[in-house]
């Protein structure tokens, strides 16, 4: 055994804090990097013209409603209402 590989309680106790923090702030950060695909997808879907949504089987009506939609949803994937 070598003096780095020795720690106490408390050091551990930090390391344990470190890991937690670095993992919620990936989260967060997937988190956003989702809501931004998202919301570039549906303002690509607000570009398309009649005969692409045709095409891809959506209505000109769905295809608004869609792009109309809050990015900003729950962590369990449900939907929040628009803000």
């Not at 309680?9 to 930090?14: L, R, V």
């Not at 990936?26 to 549906?42: E, F, K, Q, T």
């Not at 869609?66 to 803000?83: F, H, I, N, Q, T």
């Amino acid at each position: 055994m070598t003096i780095d590989t020795i720690s106490s309680p408390d050091t551990q106790a930090s390391e344990k804090r470190q890991l937690r923090m670095a993992s919620a702030f990936g989260v967060a950060v997937s988190l956003v990097v989702s809501w931004m695909c998202r919301s570039r997808s549906r303002q690509t879907l607000a570009e398309l013209t009649d005969d692409q949504l045709r095409d891809i089987g959506i209505s000109a009506h769905e295809a608004r409603r869609e792009a109309r939609r809050s990015v900003m949803v729950r962590l369990d994937g449900a939907g929040l209402p628009p803000l």
